[in-house]
């Protein structure tokens, strides 16, 4: 088994606090995914600054495949980061050489020959996802749309996306679940939403499973999304079935949020 992760990376900046490292949704889904057993190869474009050479380093001390993450001549993406108690606050964003990121027909290529794809909302690869399965139908994808349930990228990448993960700001109700039951009526394969500390809910096309959490001593939330996606797509692609999917998923998010960083160090 090996993912390709897809997408951002860049730098979050807590002035403040006078702490940096390098991050994006789809390098914190990959790392963590390496972390539990894994191999991930990174897809991406980075900037030749020292932030650029530190990410590619990062990466490669990590054990994921750098081969596909390219170098542009600029600046690599920042996200100005605030703390509101535990709760991570996003400030002004600096979008670097991510302004004119390409995934070219190597990349494409190089992607397919993977077992899963993962990418998420602001990855610039969501073109890239029907290439993708014309090279390869039987590579799965998944998709992280963060707590955006009504952007148009949900319609436009449906017919391409095999697992979607939602963040939901609610309860299990039943608008929550109506939207998780059209999602796979019309194309994924498993639709699933979590809810904070209230757990999270995934439905198969069949039946919907509930998910619950760990405890923990939260130090930051920043990775916690990322790091339970991680978790729930190991165990996917090891055979697990949902209930340990989602379990796994928040037992990995628990320990992420532990810790500043958004993976385990």
Not at 34 to 39: E, F, H, T
Not at 71 to 82: E, F
Not at 116 to 141: Q, S
Not at 199 to 225: E, R
């Amino acid at each position: 088994m090996k993912v390709a992760a897809i997408g951002d990376n860049c730098i979050d900046v807590y002035e403040r606090l006078g702490q940096k490292y390098p991050t994006g949704n789809v390098v914190d889904t990959g790392v963590n995914i390496q972390k539990l057993g894994i191999p991930v190869s990174m897809i991406s474009t980075t900037g030749s600054d020292e932030n650029g050479a530190w990410m590619i380093r990062t990466l490669k001390e990590e054990g994921l495949d750098t081969s596909h993450l390219k170098v542009a001549q600029g600046k690599t993406a920042v996200t100005y980061m605030d703390m509101d108690g535990k709760d991570r606050v996003h400030g002004d964003y600096v979008e670097g050489v991510l302004e004119h990121i390409v995934f070219d027909d190597e990349d494409i290529r190089f992607a397919a020959e993977h077992d899963l794809v993962h990418t998420a909302l602001w990855g610039k690869a969501e073109n890239a996802l029907e290439k993708i399965k014309a090279c390869n139908p039987n590579c799965r994808i998944s998709f992280d749309y963060a707590d955006r349930l009504d952007h148009p990228l949900v319609e436009q990448t449906l017919a391409y996306v095999d697992y979607g993960f939602f963040s939901y700001h609610g309860d299990n109700d039943e608008k929550i679940q109506a939207f998780l039951k059209d999602k796979t009526d019309r194309g994924m394969k498993l639709a699933v939403a979590t809810f904070g500390e209230k757990g999270s809910l995934a439905y198969d096309g069949k039946c919907f499973t509930i998910g619950g959490i760990y405890p923990a001593c939260v130090v930051n939330t920043v990775g916690a999304g990322d790091s339970f996606i991680a978790g729930f797509l190991y165990e996917l692609l090891n055979g697990s079935p949902v209930a340990k999917c989602l379990d796994t998923g928040a037992k990995v998010s628990a320990r992420v949020v532990a810790v500043f960083d958004p993976w385990e160090t």
